[in-house]
Structures are given as structure tokens and as C-alpha cells.
């Protein structure tokens, strides 16, 4: 029998899952032909955000590549628009002349995105943000100009602003409504959202109406309606979407907002249907995957004539994918008469809850902040659960495995694309699955915008149990073994191993000369266990740490010279003077660490640069202790209480040089105004009335953290007897390039309380890290003094243009 | 016609240390030259398809070269970026003559 004849028009996220649903069940009983106006093959639309974020790329995001249409067998049309289809005699009719005959056809043409119709609305620089094309547009635009104006204070603009923000460009979003995402917040939590985004760098415009694009023929500016003007060279418009369906109507499909479809997604006329956002069901459209992945299901079920549940509808629920912002929101979000609200605000850490109740039952929440329970709400609200539901799960304050463990096998665990626990829990047990990647892999949950990936790991570690947490605690140090860094170190022990390549034949490395990863790790925990006789090995370490330098975006080097406590003098400020007119220095920097950079070095040069300056290293590329900032302490400062500089000199030039699995700063104040920052470092002392107060774990970087105190001592040899123990047992047992706040977190404040708190234990550490300190040299000197090193690192090769008789 | 191939001298064995890159700069070709572990001369040119980024620096492992800036991998035998990511970069004939290290261009 001659195979039914399916077609799709939309090569988009909800159809293409449509047809993936369909191969599911009936592989062999339809040839399937797909039209795409875009020249891609499917790809997921909902991480160009993060491809604009730098997040991924847009080779990344393709969810099936070419192959999958042939292996199929698929007949892909891409870069084709169909222009007309004759109902009757059911044929479809594209741009490129092509006609095609259909049994049954699935229309997916997704939305447009809507372009204000305002003055210059047309001018090169204006772009939405919907498609492939779109996000290369504002990057290329990124490269050379400074000022983007964002119109639409929606999650898509947003998501946009933070994009360009990453992509180095000023930002200014303008909104219409009074607060951020008006749709999905109440006022409380978008002025919150706004306040968060205001400091990472965006600027808003509220309560303002787009009355212009500027410029002569690109972009030069906004005009609004109240007179007030801004400049920009970039203009992108999100203010909301409208389903596609110019082509559907022209061909008499009734369309309605959308193209009008019943509870099993099929349109008006027979054999013809329609999903995702083109679609309009029960007066609803639809503009986020996870409903239009569920009309797709119901769809195949449909076209493959199988009996199944009717499409009733669904919930909608959002979270913004901005990094550093947790916001939540489901159901509805406004109180009135009948709905009632349970509301948390605490504005000291930032968060915000309201959980919606109408009729006694969970309708709607919104979060802000703090986000964990937002899967447990979403299911909530899904099942209209009864608001003591909620009250019994919010006061026991059970972790969250037990959430996973009271849902129902039916319940959605992935909204995006509709897995269920259920078939999470069968792929686990009956192929084996151990990771978070291979559920992925297996059932797609977790594949699109990832908000579900610790639910899945609640349901890992549910199913597999204890043997969950084994696997889960075991990260190898890389791809090229299975092994974890706490064996790698205990083999090391215990065989003892001796260089990275013995390392790697004798524990199976599955590649003969490892990667980046390992290599310099091996290199470090080699170092570490054997800080005398170890030879350590240029080639494994990065390039900054190999040639004592930092390497700058331009392959030019930059050059710190040690200022013990961030403490100069003339002779050495006329010193680094000298150098930088003498060798051209393009910039002179103080850093954050209280330091002088000079910008700008050829690799060439660094050994005659350090010559000149004859100051120490100041390891400001090393995996090392690389400052002491201090305050001005009690010589001068009328608040300090003791002498800060003086400890920080001490503690600079006691630690210097030593290995440690991250870079290690460390601060000293002299009174709890805490001009030296000591409550952000990897630690921190801060003086008060006749004692020092020591802190760890703080992180001023991508992850802020704020140090907690560790202890409280009475003189100066005692902090740096501490210090000592604490950073030899960071050393000791840290997994490589791991910070201590993370290390910290990871291990526990309390256990490492407790072992520096052992005074037997303080005095080993202390021991093992001096037998360190004893071998090791100052890098510059000795690079210097080597005309070996010399040669083989800094020399260049230079052979003037050959000539080619 | 070809242009007549050209052997220029830029280093012996022995000043180049084992899996670490020299830079060689022949006219306005800038070559990332390597000495691999299994004691193979391999040349690139030395930019990242990616930003650019001086490849004569990164982390030599076995065949390939990591990227110092972002971490490409990209092998110094074909010149071809390893996946994820995508691209090329141009490869350098090496010849090694008593203890010489030419560059044929
Ligand atoms: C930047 C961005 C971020 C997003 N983030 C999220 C998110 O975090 N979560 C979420 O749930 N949703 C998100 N979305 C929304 C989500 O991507 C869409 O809801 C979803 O892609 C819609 O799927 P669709 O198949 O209906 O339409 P589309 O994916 O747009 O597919 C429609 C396709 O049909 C093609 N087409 C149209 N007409 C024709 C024709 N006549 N002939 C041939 N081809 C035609 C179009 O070219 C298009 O490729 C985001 C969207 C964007 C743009
Ligand atoms: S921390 Fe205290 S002592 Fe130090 S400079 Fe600031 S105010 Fe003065
Ligand atoms: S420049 Fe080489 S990886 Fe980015």
C-alpha cells in the first residue's frame, strides 16, 4: 500500500516535535515532506537568547541537523515559503514553483514578531529578535557600535538586553508599562527584577511611549512621546508577537486571532491542522514551547488515528534566562475579589514569593530570587491542588527529593518538552542511566531551557538511591578518564607516581597526552604531594603561569610587580616609570589588588622588562597567593586599631610563591570598616581592639560570597600560624581550579573549623606547607639568569619576507 | 605555474623543548612551531579561527593544540578545529636535516 502522504509548513520548534512524535509511533506509515522559510534545519529558538549571552553558540542549538531528515526520510524543503495550498484538491504550492500533493497537513508557521508601526520603523539598525538571522544581525552590530536601545521590557527583550550587555554594548531598554515583565510580575517583583538588572549594567526607560526612530538612513536615535530623546545604533523591537496566519487565511482556513483549532488541533477543513503558536485554541494562543510540545503530542496521536486525551488547555509559566536573576511565575499573578494571595518579601536577601488561591485552591505564583520551589508550584497549580496542599509541603520545609517522590508518574517533569516522570523513571531503570546527560539524551527532559535539570536529578538520585550519590560525587578530572580527583590523588599516594605522563599510562588515561584539563591538574596534585623532588613541567601549565606573565587578547603580555602590602616607595614607582617609556608600555594600571600593571609586553621582551625593573614577581597570573591588599592601619588612619599594613606584609612575604589549586587573595583590615575588603577574599583579617579576626571562604568574583568567620586570635604570629594550616589544607584537598568559597561550601565550614581548630593538626599542616615553601625561587630571577629558558620559552623566530625568485 | 617551494632554516631540535610552541615569523606569515612528545615538528599558522588568540601558547597535548584564549582544540597535523567547534587554520610543511628544523614555504 502506497504510504499516506504527510506534509508540515513550518520547519519550527512545535511542528518538527509534532512529526518526532509521530515517527514515535507509526515510523513507516507516512512520507513526510516539511517546508521552512528558514534556510536552517529545526533548531531550538528558545536558546538564541543564550547564544546572544555567549552561553552557547549557533552551531549549538540545532536539534536535528540534516541527517535526521534523511535517515527519516523526510523531504526537507528549507529556505522554501509556501504561498498558497488549494484546500480541495489538497495540494500545496511554494515559492519556488514546487506543488505538493497531502493526505494530511500539519501547519506550524510559528508568529511574526510585531515592529511598531512608527516613524523610521524601517531604518537599517532596527531588528527584531525572533530568528537565526536576527541574533547575527545585533552581533555583527555589537562590533562596531556602543548604544543598543531595547523596546519592550518583556522577558524576549530583556533576555535581548542582557545579550547585548555581554556583547559589550550600552543598554537601554524602554517600556511601556510602569514595571518589567507587567505580564508575568506584580509591581513588587518587577521593581525588584529592575533593580537587579539596573546593577548589572542595564537602563531603563518606564512609562514611555516610542514615538520615533531617528536618523537619516541607519539608526541614530529614539524620539518618545513626551519629547525626550535618546541616542542608539542599534534598535530592537520585542514588544510581542503575532501568529502567522496571512498565508493559512488567504486560503480560507478561518482564522481568528490564530488559525482556529479544536481540542485535537485540527482546523476547520478537513485534514488540515494546526500547532503552535499559529494556532488558536479555546480563544488561546500560546507562546512558549511547553504548551504548543503538548498540542504536538496530542496532534500525533490524532493524525496517527490513535484514541487519546483531548488538548485542554494549559498553564503558563515563565522563567527568565538571565543569569544572576531568579525569576519564577505561573497561573495568574494579579489578587482580586475572589483570588487571594500568600505573600513573603524580604528585601534584606532579595527575595519574593506569592503563591495565588482562588477558591481554596493553588492558582498562580510568582517568584523572585529564590526559584527551587517553582516546580513544585508549577505541578501544584497544574493539578489545582488544595491550598493545604501547599501550607503542609511550605512549613515542613522537607528537601526537595521528597517533592519528587510524591509526584504521580503522569506529572510533567519537563514542561518544554512534555516528560513525564514516568517515562524519566522507565528510561533510568531499563537502559541504565546514570547521569543528568544521558536522561537528557534519552527523553529529551532538561534539552531546551534546562530549568528542570535539578528535578531530574531529585529523580536520579530517587531511582538509583544510594548508588546515586557514589556516581554522583564521582566527577572525573576530565574526558580522558573516569577517574575523580580524590583517586587520582590517592593512586598517586599510593603508587607514587611521579610525571603526568606516568600518571596517565598507569591509571588508563583513554588518550596518550591528556588535555588542558588534566594536564595542568596532574601537574598541580603531583606538585602537592611531592612539593620537593617534583620537577614541575612547563608544558602542562597554561600559558600565563608557564611564562610568568599574562597573556592579553592581542598575544602581548602583561607584568605585575610584587608591592608587598600594596606598599610602594619612590625609587620603585621611578623604576616602573623607566620601564614603561622604555619599552612603550601601552597602559599603566593600578589593579584591584593594589599593584601597578604594565600593559602591553611582546614575550620577547619580558625577561629584559624584569631585568629592568629588578622587583620580585608579583604573580598576578598564578594559581597562587597573589596579593595582601591592606588598609592604611593605626600609623595613620584614625579608626584603625592595629597595624594592618604591617600583618599584610607579613602574610605576603611568608606565603608567596606557593602552589595552590586556585589563586588565593587575601586582605587585611584594621577595624571592621573594612577598607581592605577582608570580608570578600579567600581570607580576610579584620583587626579589632587588641585581636584579629580571621575570615574565609569570601569571593569577590563571579560567585559573591561573603567570608565567614573561622576564628578570633590575639597577635599576629597566630594569624599567620592559621593561615598556614588553612591554606595547606585548601592545598591538600581541593579539587584543582575550585576557589575556597567553593571549596569551602563543598567541604563544609564547620570540618575544616574543626581540623584548623586541632592544634596538632595546625602544626603538621604547617609543616608539610613550609617543606613547600623551602624549594621555591623567584620565577623572574631565575628566568633571567637562564639563557636556556630563555631560548626555548621567550625567543622568537624572525625571518624577514622571503623572496621568491 | 607554482611558485618554487622555499626550505628556510628556523630552529634545531635541540633548542626546542617537547610539547611547547615557538613562534617563527617568515615575511608576513606568523607559524606557531611545535615539537611534539612523540618528537614530530608540526606548523600552524598562528591564529585561532576562533578570536584570533596566539595558538603558539596553548596546552599541547599529543596531536592537538588547546587555544590559551578560549580553549579550541584544533589538531597541528591538519589544522582542523576539533568539535564542538568549527574551522581551520593553515598547515606548515616541517623538514628536520641533521639536527635542523626547516619550514618549507
Ligand atoms: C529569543 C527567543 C527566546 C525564547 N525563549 C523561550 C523560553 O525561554 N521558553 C519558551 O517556552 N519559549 C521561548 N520562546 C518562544 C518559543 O521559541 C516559541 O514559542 C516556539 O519556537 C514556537 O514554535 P512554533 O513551531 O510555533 O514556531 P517557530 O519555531 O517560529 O516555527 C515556525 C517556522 O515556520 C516557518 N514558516 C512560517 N511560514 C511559513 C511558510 N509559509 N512556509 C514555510 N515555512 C514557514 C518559519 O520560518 C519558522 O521557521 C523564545 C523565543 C525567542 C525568539
Ligand atoms: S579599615 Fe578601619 S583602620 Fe583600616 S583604613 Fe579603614 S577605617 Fe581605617
Ligand atoms: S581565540 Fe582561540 S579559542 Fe577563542
Keep these: 500500500m502506497a504510504k499516506q502522504k504527510l506534509a508540515l509548513i513550518g520547519n519550527g520548534m512545535a511542528g518538527v516535535r509534532c512529526i518526532e512524535e509521530i515517527l514515535k509511533i507509526q515510523p513507516e506509515r507516512f512520507e513526510v515532506t516539511v517546508f521552512g522559510s528558514e534556510s536552517h534545519p529545526n533548531y531550538d529558538r528558545i536558546q538564541l537568547s543564550n547564544v546572544l549571552q555567549g552561553a552557547t553558540t549557533i552551531d549549538d542549538i540545532t536539534i536535528n541537523d540534516w541527517n535526521w531528515y534523511k535517515e527519516n526520510n523526510i523531504t526537507l524543503f528549507s529556505g522554501e515559503t509556501v504561498t498558497n495550498i488549494d484546500t480541495t484538491k489538497q495540494i500545496i504550492y511554494s515559492d519556488a514553483n514546487r506543488e505538493v500533493q497531502y493526505d494530511q497537513l500539519i501547519l506550524a508557521t510559528g508568529s511574526i514578531p510585531f515592529i511598531l508601526p512608527i516613524k523610521g520603523a524601517d531604518k537599517k539598525g532596527v531588528t527584531a529578535f525572533r530568528n537565526i538571522e536576527d541574533c547575527e544581525k545585533m552581533i555583527e552590530y555589537s562590533k562596531n557600535n556602543k548604544k543598543a536601545a531595547v523596546i519592550g521590557g518583556g522577558l524576549l527583550g530583556l533576555e535581548a538586553a542582557r545579550g547585548l550587555l555581554n556583547l559589550g554594548m550600552q543598554v537601554d531598554v524602554i517600556h511601556l508599562s510602569e514595571y518589567l515583565m507587567d505580564r508575568q510580575l506584580d509591581p513588587t517583583a518587577g521593581k525588584m527584577l529592575q533593580r537587579e538588572l539596573e546593577s548589572q549594567g542595564m537602563n531603563f526607560h518606564l512609562g514611555k511611549q516610542t514615538q520615533e526612530v531617528l536618523g537619516e538612513i541607519g539608526v541614530k536615535g529614539l524620539r518618545f512621546s513626551d519629547g525626550e530623546e535618546i541616542s542608539a545604533d542599534l534598535v530592537v523591537m520585542a514588544v510581542g508577537i503575532k501568529p502567522n496566519v496571512q498565508m493559512a487565511q488567504n486560503c480560507g482556513i478561518p482564522v481568528n486571532r490564530g488559525i482556529i483549532v479544536d481540542d485535537y488541533m485540527e482546523t476547520r477543513i478537513p485534514n488540515i491542522y494546526a500547532v503552535g503558536e499559529c494556532a488558536e485554541h479555546r480563544e488561546m494562543v500560546y507562546g512558549l514551547v511547553a504548551p504548543l510540545y503538548e498540542q504536538g503530542k496530542v496532534l500525533a496521536k490524532r493524525i496517527c488515528e490513535l484514541d487519546g486525551k483531548a488538548y485542554e488547555g494549559s498553564v503558563l509559566s515563565t522563567k527568565l534566562k538571565v543569569s544572576g536573576v531568579d525569576v519564577f511565575s505561573a497561573g495568574e499573578i494579579f489578587e482580586d475579589e475572589k483570588a487571594k494571595s500568600i505573600k513573603e518579601f524580604n528585601e534584606w536577601n532579595g527575595t519574593y514569593k506569592k503563591v495565588m488561591i482562588r477558591n481554596g485552591k493553588i492558582s498562580g505564583a510568582v517568584l523572585f530570587g529564590d526559584t527551587k520551589e517553582s516546580n513544585n508550584l508549577l505541578s501544584m497549580i497544574n493539578k489545582n491542588a488544595d491550598v493545604s496542599e501547599y501550607l503542609k509541603v511550605g512549613t515542613s520545609g522537607e528537601p526537595s527529593v521528597s517533592l519528587v517522590a510524591s509526584m504521580s508518574h503522569e506529572e510533567i517533569v519537563c514542561g518544554c518538552n512534555g516528560v513525564t516522570k514516568g517515562d524519566i523513571v522507565t528510561a533510568i531503570e531499563s537502559n541504565g542511566l546514570t547521569s543528568i546527560e544521558e536522561v537528557k539524551g534519552c527523553t529529551n527532559a532538561s534539552r531546551s531551557c534546562g530549568g528542570c535539570k535539578p528535578l531530574v536529578a531529585d529523580i536520579l538520585e530517587l531511582t538509583l538511591g544510594a548508588e546515586f550519590s557514589e556516581l554522583n560525587q564521582k566527577e572525573s578530572i576530565c574526558a580522558c578518564t573516569t577517574l575523580s580527583r580524590d583517586e587520582v590523588v590517592a593512586e598517586i599516594r599510593e603508587k607514587n607516581l611521579t610525571h603526568t605522563r606516568e600518571v596517565m599510562n598507569v591509571l588508563g588515561w583513554n588518550t596518550s597526552d591528556g588535555c588542558s584539563k588534566c594536564k595542568p591538574a596532574l601537574n598541580y596534585y603531583l606538585g602537592m604531594i611531592h612539593p620537593v623532588e617534583y620537577e614541575d613541567e612547563k608544558e602542562s601549565r597554561y600559558v600565563n603561569e608557564r611564562l610568568h606573565a599574562n597573556i592579553q587578547k592581542d598575544g602581548t603580555f602583561s607584568v605585575v610587580p610584587r608591592m608587598y602590602g600594596g606598599v610602594t616607595n619612590p625609587d620603585q614607582l621611578r623604576k616602573i616609570a623607566n620601564v614603561a617609556d622604555k619599552y612603550n608600555v601601552k597602559l599603566l594600571k593600578v589593579t584591584g589588588g593594589q599593584r601597578i600593571d604594565l600593559f602591553g609586553v611582546d614575550k620577547e621582551d619580558l625577561p629584559k622588562v624584569w631585568a629592568d625593573l629588578d622587583m620580585p614577581s608579583g604573580y598576578a597570573y598564578g594559581k597562587t597567593l597573589r596579593t595582601v591588599k591592606t588598609c592604611v592601619g593605626e600609623n595613620f588612619c584614625r579608626f584603625g586599631t592595629q597595624d594592618s599594613i604591617g600583618l599584610g606584609i607579613a602574610l605576603e612575604k611568608k606565603f608567596e610563591r606557593v602552589g595552590t589549586p586556585h589563586k588565593v587573595k587575601m586582605a587585611v583590615s584594621a577595624c571592621p570598616r573594612n577598607c581592605a575588603e577582608s570580608g570578600i577574599k579567600d581570607l580576610g583579617v579584620v583587626g579589632v581592639d587588641g585581636a584579629w579576626e580571621i575570615y574565609i571562604g569570601g569571593n569577590g568574583g563571579t560567585h559573591l560570597r561573603a567570608a565567614e568567620l573561622l576564628c578570633k586570635v590575639k597577635t599576629s604570629d597566630e594569624v599567620i600560624e592559621i593561615t598556614g594550616a588553612y591554606i595547606q589544607h585548601y592545598r591538600e584537598t581541593a579539587n584543582y581550579l575550585e576557589r575556597t568559597s567553593v571549596w569551602v561550601e563543598r567541604v563544609g565550614f564547620d570540618t575544616i573549623k574543626t581540623i584548623i581548630g586541632d592544634k596538632q593538626k595546625r602544626i603538621e599542616l604547617n609543616q608539610r606547607l613550609d617543606e613547600a615553601l623551602s624549594v621555591l625561587q623567584e620565577p623572574w630571577k631565575e628566568i633571567i639568569e637562564s639563557n636556556a629558558i630563555q631560548t626555548g620559552l621567550f625567543q622568537k623566530v624572525k625571518i624577514p619576507a622571503i623572496s621568491n625568485k | ?105
Excluded at chain 2, 1 to 26: A, D, F
Design chain 2, 1 to 105: 605555474m607554482g611558485k618554487t617551494l622555499q626550505k628556510i632554516k628556523v630552529s634545531t631540535v635541540n633548542e626546542m623543548p617537547k610539547n611547547l610552541g615557538k613562534t617563527v615569523t617568515i615575511g608576513y606569515y606568523e607559524i606557531a612551531l611545535f615539537h611534539l612528545a612523540n618528537g614530530e615538528f608540526r606548523a600552524i599558522e598562528n591564529r585561532c579561527p576562533h578570536k584570533g588568540g596566539v595558538l603558539v601558547e596553548g596546552i599541547v597535548s599529543g596531536d592537538h593544540v588547546f587555544c590559551p584564549m578560549h580553549d579550541w582544540k584544533i589538531s597541528v597535523k591538519n589544522g582542523e578545529v576539533q568539535k564542538p567547534d568549527n574551522g581551520c587554520v593553515k598547515t606548515f610543511n616541517v623538514e628536520i636535516e641533521d639536527g635542523n628544523v626547516y619550514i618549507v614555504l
